[in-house]
């Protein structure tokens, strides 16, 4: 019998082995998000069965597949592979048993909204704001008086120094001091997906009434943003909202836009 | 949207700033002041001050404070004690920061800018531009191989030098003279913890402790024994101090409690506990209530526990400078202790009250979602239980809180303090089987005067108590290993058999 009979260079199995590799790293690394393992099994199940589908439509196919197979189960030259693969494969797959039965205890993972609907108003220090409409104060002094808004971002510097630096970080990123220690982690301001998302209102909201303000889909409970009123007045919020917009050189989003 | 005229920089002119750098940096081979000083203004001075006296806005909410620039006084230097510390080391700390203080890692700012910044951080005190001031650094050799012996051997150097007067026999910060230890400033200063590697401000690695000890922290009470310890016994030292801590904190999420037989001990050194895993949680000051602790002097706990049917111990431990068991303390209250109230040291075990029901809120509960908290005094050496519906209400549990009972061991920097309680049952199910029951901690250090809601707090983290291990996942390596080699042999019998007929 000729050795290599379709006349394609490799071995049928090394080619079959080939496939299945190949098929494993492509399902394994190049696909986002990764695929959980117990479907990757499943894929990888499929694959294997269409490999011997194919191998076996064919004769002569399997009979060269079968070849080196029956050579490393049967000839007397191949008594050590074949005593090594007799223990390790039984090995693996105990190996396999264990893993499968011994799983890690992590809590269930949870539901978040990160940014959640506000609430039409709020009660600020027995004021009301409307959270859909309400305009920052300042932020009209950008054009009118380049100064005195400079001024104000610059008071909203220092209020964003003295209390929220430990937990959204010196560069805004919310790696801050305390970051390590919290879930769900500190918001990244600099991120174009937070601020530069929301309207200045929305903020004056998050700020003034933190984490407990918070509907249930945001988890108020995990929450360690505080609620700002307890410590900083209106200006002060309004000022620090300027700071944030202003330091990451992004800008509010308006219903104008 | 228009945005008007700006004073401070931002990304966009940062790139600017430090693309011209690089640009007259090549050309002149000299640094930009004008742009360190602008970078220095923009992310520096909120904690240095705008001129460089460690004043800036957010400085009292610091400790260590941000450094002071006119001082001169630097910590971390490859130069003798007392000396400037060269544009190097000055570079090095600010790309990586001091880790567990307020000065983080600006290493995103490119080698470039960080040249600016050490230029200009530099004119704020005179002697840096005096190259008589200047000097040479100690060479730092490359470190020799740790092995047992030299660990060992390290173990002796550190008690001949007395290392542990102020970091204790054990490493863990609490020598005889570490409460009274005070920068040069006046400010008092906690030693290092040795058996947390990952905080030291001048960086974990062998060499960075090895220059630690051999220059000193300049401003600390931490000398240097670059006269006093040769360069052999150095790198035993070295190695002594390595070997005492973990290379990272590995901070977990879940306690697992181990099934025990028999009633449970109040005693940490129990042979119970020594089987049930430890789980490293972080402690973060409490700065989201009224009263906040921006420094507190806790950063950690390590937590252990077991259970019988009836009831769950927590062995709960964390590290401290001195074990205070005088006086007494409270878990609640904005306001800070009368001065000459004597504090002592106290931990809570904050769960929710009821089992299955919406979470609390984690800073002491909400109205409609209550907390229980076991509130352990050191000065009574007892729990007590209170009812959190939040900060500000806080009360003594109504009935059935005095079946928690706690009891502490302070010893060699550590606490060890340990809570049993009752699991419940029926309707006053606290902590079933094989459920993430939430929990969370407080810790009080009454040395750094923490007392209500001035401490160290955790997130929301999960009791779980697991199942007896009834050797399920040895079972199923065990039958599916067997299986495959029953498979196996099956077809080799049956290959052999066919190849057999086929040839005859």
Known sequence: MPDKQNGRGLPVIAQVAL???GAYLLLRFSVQPPIPSSVLGMYMFFVGVSLMLFVSSDDDRFAEFKRPLIQLLTAREHK????????????LVAYLGYAGAHTEIAPPGQQRTVHPAPPNEIDFKGKRIDVLTAENPFRHLAEEEPEAFREHVARGKDVYYRNCVFCHGDNLEGDGLYAHGLSPIPA???DPGTIAQLQESYLFWRIAKGGPGLPVEGTPWDSAMPAWEKFLDEDEIWEVILFLYDFTDQHPRSWEE | MMRGAKGGIGIIELLAITAGSIVVGAAAGAADLEAGRALYDDKCAQCHGLSG????????????RPRDFTSGSFKIRTTPSGELPTDPDLASIIERGMPYTGMPAWDFLGDEAIANLVAYIQTFNEDFADPEMRVDPVEIPSPPAMTEESVEKGRQVFVENKCGECHGDQGRGDGESAPTLMTDAGIPIRPADMTKRWTFRGGSSRSDIYRTFTTGLDGTPMP????????????QLVDYVYSLSEDEPGYGSVVVAQPVEGPLSLDPGDGSFANAPVTRFPMLGQVTDPGRAFAPAVNAVEVRAVYNDEEVALLVSWHDIAGRREGSNRPNGRDAAPADAALSDAVAVQLPSKHGGTKPYMFYGDP????????????????????GRGEENLAPAPAGGDEIRAKGVYEDGRWQVVFVAPRGSGDA?????ET???IAFSVWSGLARESGNRRAISSWYHLYLAPPDTGEAYKAAGMMGLGALVAELLVVASVRRSQAGGQS
């Open chain 1, 188 to 190: 990244n301001l600099a």
């Open chain 2, 224 to 235: 240097s024994y670059a006269d006093s310890i040769d360069e052999e016994q150095r790198w």
């Open chain 2, 429 to 433: 199910q606290r902590v079933p089987q």
């Open chain 1, 19 to 21: 496939v299945f590799a």
């Open chain 2, 436 to 438: 993430f029951v939430p």
């Open chain 1, 80 to 91: 050590v592979p074949r005593l090594v693969l007799g223990t390790v494969f039984p090995l």
């Open chain 2, 53 to 64: 006296e460690g004043d800036g806005v957010a400085a009292d909410a610091l400790d260590p």
């Open chain 2, 368 to 387: 409609a979602n209550s907390v229980d908290l076991w509130f352990y005094e050191a000065g009574a050496n007892e729990a007590r239980v209170y009812l």
